[in-house]
């Protein structure tokens, strides 16, 4: 499970994607007219995937988590990375707070 404090960091980071956190906690995006609880699933992380393409930064983040992990990369290393805990990608978005917190 994700902290607050870590929720509230990737939601920073994803405000021009339309992300916002909230006092109470929850994190919420904008799509269009729609707004959508941000769950923090597989789904939200690909779509942090693509923020980070966007920003050219998939790649440094990719060998910074997977590193972190082992200094091997291999399939283990990305199943690990996309590990759902109860509908959480909590490997993925722990690994990517991590990646924010050295300044990235």
Known sequence: MLTPEQKKTV??????????????GSCWRKEGYMTQRVAFSLTDA?????????RGKEREFFYSSVIGYSDICTVDNVVWLFTTDNGEATNFFKALYEYLKEGK
């Open 11 to 24: 939601a920073e980071w994803m405000k021009d994607a339309g992300w916002l956190y909230c006092t109470d």
């Open 46 to 54: 690909g779509l942090v995937v693509a923020e980070l393409v966007k």
